[in-house]
């Protein structure tokens, strides 16, 4: 037999030992699956074990195809003639091990990802791992990394020592020369392949049906993709579903914004200081954890039913300076194209500054809300210890505007990052004890630590509620604080497992999606705000106090926070998804399309809905409204 063709068969024995190793790997996701009956049970089982061989084949693919180079005559490897010990065979099968370790590792690293935060790897995950400031933006500590470390390198020793066996083992030899005869390969591959089809017409079936058990089982593996036939309702005598059904998409990557040029009217030209803290969730803010900044807002309008425009960084922000929906983002990210609001404070003659304690690289702010500022106008000042990055940009922010201009007004903005994961803070911060000593990712248990964490995160936020004392106190010193808009808010909320999970960024459950809002605006009376508000307001509530005349309709989807408007229902977002939130529900939309059987509803309070059908169509109106103003700035 010829060496390449010797290769081949180990590498095939290989990749079964691997698959064996990878099943066991992937069965703790088995826990998110909630099993309805035995069907459910098969099913989940067959993708179970098709998936795990899917998840190997580009490896596998990977050796088989360099075994074929390395065995080719130009390359100096006459068949038959080279010896099994020599470089390409090792080659061949190094390059095995690396794959198939780098599977059993992306697996185990997305294990922990769903488990934590309740999502797979996804294109939110794949902007992380790419763009600068974006891993940083996790807050994993250096335990965290040498963890992760020492886990890759061991699947690769795993993998090393399972080829040693298929390599080794005499009685494996004889196994697997017995198993592996070319009948019985084909026949394992037609096997496969059956269970694969009879797996995903299972899928579509469900689809029709709308049994929701097989469509959220799926959910539960990486990557799966189930197969849809919008036909085979009616061949299976399925009645059309009677429900009421809504395409969502976003708007053109062609932006028309805003619709009308600005026209501003006289106004007061008040400084404005906007302050966003991380994962800043509604009731922190109260007398015990931020006592400084609760003082603030009993002189301040504050909203106690406010909403992000997202349930995490990117289109929190993006809500919060555009009053726009978040898949805008991707069209004004392409278009690198700043805030309407923005423009006006310079044109009118502002000094403005941005600090933060994260990245402006990522999320990408550096091309779009703060695209149109100068490298002086920026300062991002990230020490990895949030309490610390905090410290220090407060402190230049406050000699900034000492040294300002006084004959003219300034805008300056700052986020902070002290309640960010892994919610770092200073001995004097600690108002909460017990807490978790080292938030090792890789090692803790969400929730057998969960209330240690939640304790890490109050000290954390008494650690912001000193910054942001000291800017209030500068202010009021200076003489400033009655010439000066403050707003105080969070890009989003935190979770600390209420409702299954950990952080933001995974569901639209209140605790991440609600947090403070308290603005400040000198001669206004204090005042409490109990009904729905959003960030998507915050623009046209600011363009309305620089005098602008345009309806806010012209630059965007949110209200005068003053004015006489009531909202009845908002729009959050996240990377692949929007949820339309109102006083009863909340319905969840793809982005990109809409598929009823995708979709999620529940009451506002996250518990489910007696009749999703009813609830819908009671709010047809407002959806294909919905629709209309995702492209409402799009050509």
């Known amino acids: 037999?010829?060496?390449?063709?010797?290769?081949?068969?180990?590498?095939?024995?290989?990749?079964a030992v691997s698959w064996v190793a990878l099943v066991l790997n992937m069965?703790?996701?088995?826990?998110?699956?909630?099993f309805a009956g035995p069907g459910l049970a098969v099913y989940v089982a067959v993708v179970l074990l098709t998936y795990a061989a899917i998840y190997l084949l580009p490896p596998l693919l990977l050796a088989f195809g360099l075994n074929a180079l390395l065995s080719w005559r130009v390359l100096g490897g006459a068949k038959g003639r080279e010896p099994h010990c020599g470089w390409r065979t090792w080659t061949v099968y190094g390059v095995a091990v690396?794959?198939?370790?780098?599977?059993?590792?992306?697996?185990?690293?997305?294990?922990?990802?769903?488990a934590i935060f309740g999502y797979h790897f996804n294109g939110f995950v794949l902007n992380i791992l790419t763009t600068?400031?974006?891993?940083?933006?996790?807050?994993?500590?250096?335990?965290?990394?040498?963890t992760v470390a020492a886990m890759a390198a061991g699947f690769v020793v795993l993998e090393a020592g399972l080829l040693v066996l298929v390599l080794r083992a005499k009685w494996f030899r004889g196994a697997a020369v017995a198993l592996f005869r070319r009948r019985r390969v084909v026949a394992g591959v037609v096997l496969a392949a059956t269970l694969s089809s009879a797996e995903r017409m299972a899928y579509a079936v469900s689809v029709e049906c709308d049994y929701t058990p097989v469509l959220t089982a799926g959910n539960a593996f990486p990557f799966y993709k189930g197969l849809r036939i919008r036909a085979l309702g009616p061949i299976l005598g399925i009645p059309k579903r009677t429900g009421p059904s809504v395409r969502m998409k976003t708007g053109s990557s062609n932006l028309r914004y805003p619709l009308a040029p600005i026209r501003q009217g006289p106004h007061e030209r008040w400084n404005i200081v906007w302050l966003a803290c991380e994962s800043l969730r509604a009731d922190a803010l109260d007398a015990e954890v931020m006592p400084a900044t609760w003082k603030f807002s009993q002189s301040a309008a504050r909203f106690e039913q406010h909403l992000s425009a997202g349930n995490g960084t990117r289109m929190g922000m993006f809500g919060m300076f555009y009053g726009l929906y978040g898949p805008y983002w991707f069209p004004f990210l392409d278009s690198t194209r700043g805030p309407v609001l923005l423009d006006v404070l310079r044109a009118d003659g502002y000094q403005m500054s941005a600090f933060t304690s994260a990245a402006f690289t990522y999320p990408e702010f550096d091309q779009t809300i703060f695209s149109q500022f100068g490298k002086e106008e920026l300062q991002a000042m990230n020490t990895k210890i949030g309490w610390k990055s905090d410290r220090k940009n407060v402190t230049d922010l406050l000699a900034r505007i000492d040294r300002r201009d006084p004959a003219r007004p300034f805008f300056t903005f700052m986020f902070f990052e002290s309640p960010h994961a892994p919610y770092h803070f200073p001995p004097e911060a600690v108002i909460r004890v017990p807490f978790l000593d080292s938030m090792n990712y890789a090692t803790m248990d969400v929730e057998r630590d969960i209330e240690l964490v939640r304790a890490r995160y109050v000290n954390a936020c008494r650690a912001l509620d000193t910054e942001l004392a000291r800017i209030f106190e500068h202010l009021e010193a200076s003489g400033l604080l009655d010439r000066t808009i403050v707003i105080v808010t969070g890009d989003h909320g935190e979770e600390f497992m209420e409702k299954g999970r950990w952080g933001h960024n995974s569901t639209y459950a209140e605790e991440q999606i609600r947090t403070p809002l308290v603005i400040r605006v000198p001669g206004r009376a204090p005042l409490v705000v109990k009904r729905l508000t959003s960030h998507l307001d915050l623009p046209a509530t600011m363009m309305t106090m620089l005098g602008v005349l345009n309806p806010p309709s012209d630059y965007s989807l949110g209200f005068d926070l003053f004015g006489p408007e009531v909202r009845v229902g908002t729009v959050v977002a996240q990377w692949n998804d929007i949820a339309y939130v109102d006083a009863e529900c909340k319905v969840v939309f793809p982005i990109r399309a809409y598929d009823y059987s995708d979709q999620v509803v529940t009451t506002r309070a996250d518990a489910p809905v007696a009749d999703r059908d009813a609830l819908i169509a009671a709010r047809t109106a407002r959806f294909a409204e919905l629709a209309k103003e995702l492209g409402r700035f799009g050509r």
């Open 1 to 15: 037999m010829d060496t390449a063709r010797t290769r081949a068969q180990v590498v095939g024995q290989f990749f």
């Open 27 to 34: 069965l703790p996701f088995l826990k998110s699956v909630d």
């Open 98 to 114: 690396l794959g198939f370790a780098s599977v059993q590792m992306v697996i185990l690293a997305d294990r922990h990802i769903h």
């Open 132 to 146: 600068p400031g974006g891993i940083e933006s996790m807050g994993g500590d250096d335990a965290t990394t040498i």
